[in-house]
C-alpha cells in the first residue's frame, strides 16, 4: 500500500425510505417480507435476538464496518444516524472481542436509534438488557475492542449474506433480521396485500382440516415420481 488509509470513511447522505414505506412495513412478520422478495433477504441465521421478547423494529440502516478488533467506525456510524434509524455493524464475522456493549447502546439510545444488528459479538448482556433496544448478533463475548482505525460508515457493506446499503430498509422480529434494498421498497409494498391474502387463505384450509398442500398428491400419483417400494 502507498499510503496508510483514512482513518474514516464516511458517506452522511443517502437515500432514505419514506415515513408512508415505513408505517406500511410495521407490524409485518419478516416472512411476510421475504415472501414479497421471492424467498431471500434474511441475514444469516447465527445473527440472533439478545432478547427474544424485545426485537422488533422497522427502520432505515446506518451501516459501519470496523477493522478487526476496532469500532471506531461504529462510533461515526452513531453520529451520522437520525432518529428511528437502526446500526449494522459488519465485522466479517469476526470472534475475538465484542464490537458493542451496554455503554454504546445506551448512546444509541439517546441519539434516537431504536436497533442494533451485527454479525459480530456483543458484550456486557446485563447491562444491554436495561437499555431497552433490540440488539441481534451472533453472540456474547467480554473481550473489548479498541478506536484505532480504519472504517467506514454510510458505504455498502457484505453483513450476513446480504448486500447492505446505508438507508435500506430494516425489519426485525424473533425470526431474524430481513433487508429491504432500495429498489425493492415500492414491489414489496405493492405485493404485501397479496402475501397476506395468499397466508390468510391457507390459514383458513388448514382450520378446516387440510392436510397438505395443493396438488402434492398429483405429483405422487403422476410420472414425475419414482415409487421404491
Do not use: W
Request: with cysteine; hydrophobic share 40%.
Amino acid at each position: 500500500m502507498i499510503k496508510d488509509p483514512p482513518l474514516l470513511t464516511v458517506r452522511r447522505n443517502f437515500p432514505r425510505p419514506s415515513e408512508t414505506v415505513l408505517r406500511a412495513l410495521r407490524s409485518v412478520p419478516t416472512g411476510f417480507i421475504v415472501d414479497c422478495m421471492n424467498g431471500r433477504g434474511a441475514l444469516d441465521y447465527l445473527i440472533k435476538p439478545l432478547d427474544p421478547d424485545n426485537c422488533k423494529f422497522v427502520a432505515p440502516v446506518v451501516t459501519c464496518h470496523p477493522g478487526p478488533g476496532d469500532n471506531l467506525a461504529v462510533f461515526a456510524a452513531l453520529e451520522i444516524a437520525q432518529r428511528g434509524d437502526a446500526i449494522f455493524i459488519a465485522t466479517d464475522t469476526f470472534t475475538k472481542t465484542a464490537v458493542a456493549g451496554d455503554n454504546m447502546m445506551a448512546m444509541g439510545r439517546n441519539r434516537g436509534v431504536i436497533g442494533f444488528v451485527t454479525d459480530g459479538l456483543m458484550r456486557d448482556i446485563d447491562g444491554i438488557l436495561p437499555v431497552g433496544l433490540p440488539a441481534f448478533c451472533r453472540g456474547i463475548t467480554p473481550n473489548s475492542c479498541t478506536r484505532n482505525g480504519p472504517g467506514t460508515a454510510g458505504m455498502p457493506v457484505v453483513m450476513g449474506g446480504i448486500c447492505v446499503d446505508a438507508g435500506e430498509i430494516a425489519v426485525a422480529d424473533q425470526d431474524g433480521v430481513v433487508v429491504i434494498p432500495h429498489d425493492q421498497f415500492d414491489h414489496v409494498c405493492a405485493t404485501l396485500p397479496q402475501v397476506r391474502e395468499a397466508e390468510e387463505n391457507l390459514s383458513r384450509q388448514i382450520r378446516l382440516g387440510l392436510d397438505n398442500m395443493e396438488g402434492i398428491r398429483e405429483l405422487l400419483d403422476s410420472d414425475r415420481t419414482e415409487h421404491v417400494d
